[in-house]
């Protein structure tokens, strides 16, 4: 897993680093490949000034998978509210990614069996 960072008005603390890293991890639960080496995570920060204050920190999503590239994006008051709602966006993009890569094989269910069976 390779991770971007991006900042334009912004800048980011240490401890906001090892926060992003920790909740990035945790999104390697919902897809396998989120962990390989293919696998790019970026990430951007943008501040500007809005009309809505709630509005100022534009935080920008983009995993790029295997076959696939999922993005979110969000907008909010602080950055660490902005990128928990952005990793909010990309869970069930990534939840799906997995459903439609992951091949299953298929089992014969009782109703095939009794019929085989007759």
């Known amino acids: 897993m ?12 240490d401890h906001d680093l090892q926060v ?6 945790k999104m390697a639960t919902y897809c396998g490949k ?4 293919s696998s790019v995570i970026r990430v951007e920060a943008e501040k500007r000034p809005t009309k809505k204050q709630a509005d100022e920190v534009k935080v920008m999503l983009t995993v790029e998978l295997p076959g696939k590239i999922l993005r979110a994006e969000s907008r909010k008051a ?6 928990d709602r952005a990793v909010e966006k990309l869970e069930p993009q990534l939840i799906k990614y997995k459903e439609l890569r ?7 269910g009782q109703k095939e069996k009794a019929l085989l069976a007759t």
Not at 20 to 25: E, Q, V
């Open 34 to 37: 989120l962990k390989d080496e």
């Open 78 to 83: 602080q950055i660490m509210e902005a990128f």
């Open 102 to 108: 992951t091949v299953r094989k298929r089992v014969r």
């Open 20 to 25: 992003f890293a920790r909740k990035i991890g």
């Open 2 to 13: 390779h991770i971007e960072h991006f900042e334009k008005g912004i800048r980011y603390s």
